[in-house]
């Protein structure tokens, strides 16, 4: 039971087709670029959570000596 992996990974868009951006009078718009608005680039952010190894002896086998 101790000896799980869990990893969770999640999609992110990059941008959308419709963006509201709430500006200052004098500040430009953000520069997107985007060759095609129906297939925008994807992030994948990727998450490991592990417990640590100890031996026998209840000392961490990763510590530093």
């Known amino acids: 039971m101790e000896n799980?992996?869990?990893i969770n990974e999640?999609?992110?868009n990059t941008t959308k087709?419709?963006?509201t951006f709430y500006l200052y009078p004098d500040e430009q718009e953000?520069?997107?670029i985007v060759q095609?608005?129906?297939a925008i680039d994807k992030v994948m952010f990727l998450s490991?959570?592990?417990r640590p190894k100890y031996d026998d002896?209840?000392?961490n086998t990763k510590e530093k000596s």
Do not use: S
């Open 30 to 32: 953000p520069y997107r």
């Open 57 to 59: 002896e209840g000392t």
């Open 10 to 12: 999640k999609w992110f």
């Open 17 to 19: 087709k419709d963006r």
């Open 4 to 6: 799980f992996i869990h």
């Open 36 to 38: 095609n608005k129906n």
């Open 48 to 50: 490991v959570v592990v």
